[in-house]
């Protein structure tokens, strides 16, 4: 069969970029180009294939929980909270956040979505990223039945008005008794924590605990309570501080639970102040630990929890320390954390 020719007439240089061909990078020198890629190459043709296509759409059906619960780890209830699950296999540890779209490594910087996460656990190439993410599509994993809690707060108010429409604790209230009964806190630290204004009265039965910025303004709150782990909803994580404020022992623990546990078996130090950070490192904890590490005569004291984690963090408190060019001491409890401490040496036995 003869074949038939049609010749056009190119207008003068330059050429519209439509019309490059071995010299540029139009369509004709692009399509020639991805055939001899798929010559060449055709699982690299393939991977581009599926991240034009696939990809974003991967990210929003495969959740890292999915991942995670597909390697072997655990969901850590009492260390989560509904923005942020901790999920543990032996002694590694990974945080789920935004909603299971992204996640991090509370013990290194490494971070990501899920295709890092599965290309950091597997040590795999992208390409076996890929399939092994598309083979999770579907699959449900598990979720804390906290997570389904609805907030019983006003979305219109802010932080401090929501803060300010909460009742302090008194005795004998569902907040008084959760700490009290539950949580081995003595008498005498609760009445502290009131007098600073430093807790109030969660949903049922839960307590707000209090992080402030350096100027005893109030950024947000960790919730704690017998079926529910949190951190109010726009706020910001800072610091919780109990104790006096021109202190210079300061004692830096993950939990304000912890802090409040770590006072009753100190039975509140007088030069102590007893800090939190919300079990995270956010820039502004970072920032205000930096301030008050800054004023003379300070000792930073890592009350961190005794596992890797909070040896991650006292290696970070122990560097603004050296920063600083101020005291350091490393205050790690025998058992977890300080308040399973507390309930060891006896909290309200203490109370007399």
Known sequence: MALRCMIYQLPAAPLPPS?????????ARCGKRKLERERSDPEACREEKMENKD???LRARVPCAAVLEKAGFAIDLKESTCKAVKYRRGDEIIIAIHDGKGWFDPLSDVKGDVFSLVEHLDDIGFAEVLQRVSELVGFMPSEPVWTRRSRERDPDLGIPDRWRGRR???????????LRDERDLPETVIWAAIRQDRIREGPRGSIWAAHTDDNGVVTGWEERGPEWRGFASGGAKVLFRLGSIGATRLCVTEAAIDAMSLAA????????LYLSTGGGWAPATDAAIRALAARPNVQLVAATDNNAQGEVYAGRIEAIAVA??????????????????????GGRERDG
């Open 55 to 57: 990809i974003e759409e």
């Open 324 to 345: 600083a060019t101020c005291g350091y001491e490393r205050l790690a409890p025998a058992h977890e954390d300080w308040n399973e401490e507390l309930h060891a040496f």
């Open 19 to 27: 019309l490059f061909a071995e010299a540029g990078d139009g369509p």
């Open 265 to 272: 078996i100190e039975s509140l130090g007088r030069d102590s």
């Open 168 to 178: 302090k604790p008194w005795r004998g209230s569902m907040t008084w008794r959760y």
